[in-house]
C-alpha cells in the first residue's frame, strides 16, 4: 500500500478524538442507573450483558459498547427493560451520550488546525450517533474543523462495514487508497482495509498494540504523533 500521498484522514471518534475510558465509564454508569430506577444490582445484571462490570467501573475488552453501534447495545439489553421499546431505550441512550463529558486524547485544536493547515481534508466516522457525536466535537470546539461527521445512523452504516468510508471518500473527492483511517479499534482497521484505505492505529482506547499491529500500517501512542509519521512518509 503506498502510504506517501495521504490527502485526507478521518477519523474515529471514542478512544481515538477523545479518551474512551474518561467518556464512557461515566457514560455505562449514568445509563444502565436511570435505565433501572437507581436499582445498582439490576443495573449491573445489565451491565454484565453490555460486557461492563458496574462495581468496578471497567468494561471488559470484547465489551459490544467498545466498537458495537447504540442499535446493538439496545438489542443486547432489551430483555432486561420488556416494559421499554427498543426505540426509548436508543433515545436514552443516546441522551445520556451526549451528556456524557469528553477528556480529548491530545489538545485537539491546535492538532486539527495543523492538519488542515498542511491541506488535508478531515473527518469522523462513529459508531456512536451522529447527534452525540457533533455535540461532543461541538463543546470541544472543532466541529468546524471537519468536512464531514457521521455516525451509525447517518445513512451509511456502521464499522466495520465500508460505508461511512466511501461516503467520506465521495465527499471530499478523493480516492480511498489517498485517505487515512485512524482509529482504536479492530473495526477502525477492518473497515479501512475494506474501504482501501490506508488503516491508522492508536493506542488511545481499549485495544492493545498486539491486536492491532497485525492489521494497521502503524500503530501510533496517540493522534498527537500524527505530524510526525506524516513528515517521515515524505523524507
Do not use: Y
Not at 27 to 41: I, P, S, T, V
Not at 61 to 83: M, Y
Not at 164 to 182: K, R
Not at 205 to 231: F, M, N, Q, S, T
Request: aromatic share 6%.
Amino acid at each position: 500500500m503506498d502510504v506517501s500521498n495521504i490527502r485526507a484522514i478521518l477519523f474515529d471518534k471514542d478512544g481515538t478524538l477523545f479518551d474512551f475510558a474518561a467518556t464512557w465509564v461515566p457514560w455505562a454508569e449514568a445509563f444502565l442507573l436511570r435505565a433501572c430506577g437507581g436499582d445498582r444490582e439490576r443495573a449491573a445484571v445489565a451491565g454484565a450483558d453490555i460486557g461492563f462490570d458496574l462495581h468496578a467501573g471497567v468494561f471488559t475488552r470484547n465489551s459490544i459498547a467498545i466498537a458495537g453501534t447504540p442499535d446493538q447495545i439496545v438489542k443486547a439489553l432489551t430483555l432486561h427493560f420488556p416494559d421499554q421499546t427498543q426505540a426509548s431505550l436508543l433515545a436514552l441512550i443516546n441522551a445520556e451520550a451526549a451528556a456524557a463529558p469528553q477528556r480529548e486524547a491530545v489538545p485537539l485544536t491546535p492538532l486539527l488546525r495543523g492538519l488542515r493547515d498542511r491541506g488535508l481534508r478531515l473527518g469522523v466516522a462513529t459508531n456512536d450517533a451522529e447527534h452525540p457525536a457533533r455535540a461532543h466535537l461541538t463543546a470541544a470546539g472543532v466541529a468546524d474543523m471537519f468536512d464531514f461527521i457521521a455516525g451509525f445512523d447517518s445513512g451509511h452504516g456502521g464499522k466495520p462495514n465500508a460505508g461511512q468510508l466511501l461516503a467520506f471518500a465521495s465527499h471530499v473527492g478523493l480516492p480511498p487508497a489517498q485517505i487515512a483511517m485512524v482509529g482504536d479499534s479492530l473495526h477502525d482497521v477492518e473497515a479501512a482495509r475494506l474501504a482501501g484505505m490506508i488503516p491508522v492505529a492508536v493506542l488511545t482506547g481499549p485495544a492493545v498494540a498486539d491486536d492491532l499491529k497485525r492489521h494497521a500500517e502503524v500503530v501510533l501512542p496517540d493522534i498527537g504523533h500524527l505530524p510526525a509519521w506524516l513528515d517521515l512518509l515524505h523524507k
